[in-house]
């Protein structure tokens, strides 16, 4: 694999607020480091995939349509469901409508509207974490499947009728998941996936590599003095190479 999922960010128009949220909503920790601020586990080893850290990135402009990235939250019980429901809206999370109808879990949506899943408790995720999984819509699951396999370094382990599910081979840690959902990408996605070469290993050739597999470079405003490389898989979603690490 020439690279593995490292961590997840977000745009944000007050990176601060919104991160404050999050690690109270995730119960994980708020850190500042070199100027970026991102939340993640209490003694968290980054970048061990028991967990995905966000980082949070300033961006002038706001929020407009549904995202195209989001997480599902896992819960234990019904009664857990309700009670994080109950507290996340005491954060600052409303109620959010993406279509869901009259479904098993609750659809919130951050306090710059970021769209996100309460699910009801499913044995699938009882080990996860509070992150059951970072979901990615897209058109055709299976034919994008391959290449996320190849970009994340997670294993395939579940593939049904319009969604395709990744884990770390380790076993541990939220899934991947790919969701057939109808619509085409018309903006860039306000959550993206960093990617990197494990340590010691050729940046460029991951880059090439993964350009091969169907990846294309994209121009997010990113300039040219980054140490990372901006690309869009094959459905146009974008997503960093950094530095090995």
């Not at 996320?148 to 009728?161: I, M, P, Q, T």
Request: a negative charge; glycine letters at 8%.
């Amino acid at each position: 694999m020439p690279t593995r999922l490292v961590h997840l960010v977000l745009d944000a128009n007050d990176p601060l607020k919104l991160a404050r949220f999050w690690a109270a909503a995730l119960g994980w920790e708020l850190e500042e480091e070199d100027g970026e601020i991102g939340v993640c586990p209490a003694g968290y080893d980054y970048p061990d995939p028991v967990a995905l850290a966000v980082l949070f990135e300033p961006v002038p402009e706001a929020k407009t349509g549904k995202n195209r990235v989001h997480l599902d939250l896992a819960t234990e019980s019904a009664e857990h469901q309700a009670a994080l429901v109950a507290r996340l809206r005491s954060l600052g999370a409303q109620s959010a409508d993406v279509g869901q109808g009259d479904v098993p879990w609750a659809v919130l949506a951050d306090p710059e509207g970021n769209e996100f899943c309460v699910l009801e408790p499913r044995a699938v995720y009882r080990d996860t974490g509070p992150v059951a999984a970072v979901v990615v819509d897209c058109a055709d699951p299976t034919a994008l499947a391959g290449f996320w396999e190849l970009a994340s370094g997670w294993a395939r382990v579940r593939s049904n009728d319009g969604l395709v599910t990744f884990r770390s081979p380790r076993g541990v840690g939220p899934y991947l998941e790919l969701e057939e959902v109808a619509g085409a990408k018309t903006a860039k996605n306000r959550m993206h996936l960093d990617v990197a070469p494990y340590k010691d290993e050729d940046h460029a050739a991951a880059v090439k590599q993964l350009q091969e597999a169907g990846a294309v470079r994209a121009d997010i405003g990113q300039g040219s003095d980054v140490s990372w490389t901006v690309l869009a898989d094959p459905e146009g979603s974008e997503f960093c190479v950094l530095r090995p690490r």
